[in-house]
Structures are given as structure tokens and as C-alpha cells.
């Protein structure tokens, strides 16, 4: 079982930028995925990104693409979530997720991720 831990979050204008971590421990990592996920008031959790933690090939949502950019720390563990030019539509809690996971066309499913975090929220005043 992995542990995550996410950090980070608060509240920024819109056009502003947070970043996010998430900490891991408990397993070794070079064949997982982790990933962000994120979920608005009376919303489904929805898939915003995830990489791959052996190649470091990253995966983005199409709505946070170009605006949004996953990062690792190999060294710590951690994972970031850099998030530039904000928008009000962001505003959810953000989770990260650690799984095992074969192929990207399953880092979407919700099932598919072994560990979560605790979820961090992200609110973005218009």
C-alpha cells in the first residue's frame, strides 16, 4: 500500500497559479502511475492528469492541457501539479492517486488507482 500525502492548495484570483504536492511512501515506484484527480461540489471526481513514474511521460485532461503540468521528484517521491491561468471551473478538491496501472487508456477510471490521498482544496475567485 502506498501512502499519499497532498499539500498546497488555497485560494488564488483567477489568472493566478498554485502548485501542489504529493508525497508518497511505502512502496517502490518505478512501475507506477500517479495521478491527479479533482472534484467540484455535486460533481463527479474527474481525471485531470497523471505520469508515469519509471519514463516520466506525462497525461493531461484536454480541459487543464496547456495550463496545468505535472512534475516528480524522484529523490523525495513527490509528486507536483503546476497550475497556471486559473479559472473559477477549477475550484474543486484535488487528490492524488498511485496505481499500478498497464496502460494510460485506464488512468481516467476511478478503480483503476490503488491509493489516495486526503484531497487538498482549490478555490479560484473570478
Known amino acids: 500500500q502506498v501512502q499519499l500525502v497532498e499539500s498546497g492548495g488555497g485560494l488564488v484570483q483567477a489568472g493566478g497559479s498554485l502548485r501542489l504536492s504529493c508525497a508518497a511512501s511505502g512502496r517502490t515506484f518505478s512501475s507506477y502511475a500517479m495521478g491527479w484527480f479533482r472534484q467540484a461540489p455535486g460533481k463527479e471526481r474527474e481525471f485531470v492528469g497523471a505520469v508515469r513514474w519509471g519514463s516520466g511521460i506525462t497525461y493531461y485532461a484536454d480541459s487543464v492541457k496547456g495550463r496545468f503540468a505535472i512534475s516528480r521528484d524522484n529523490a523525495k517521491i513527490t509528486m507536483y501539479l503546476q497550475m497556471n491561468s486559473l479559472k473559477p471551473e477549477d475550484t474543486a478538491v484535488y487528490f492524488c492517486?498511485?496505481?499500478?496501472?498497464?496502460?494510460?487508456?485506464?488512468?481516467?477510471?476511478?478503480?483503476?488507482?490503488?491509493?489516495w490521498g486526503q484531497g487538498t482544496q482549490v478555490t479560484v475567485s473570478a
Open positions: 492517486a498511485a496505481g499500478e496501472i498497464a496502460s494510460p487508456y485506464y488512468f481516467g477510471s476511478i478503480p483503476s488507482w490503488g491509493s
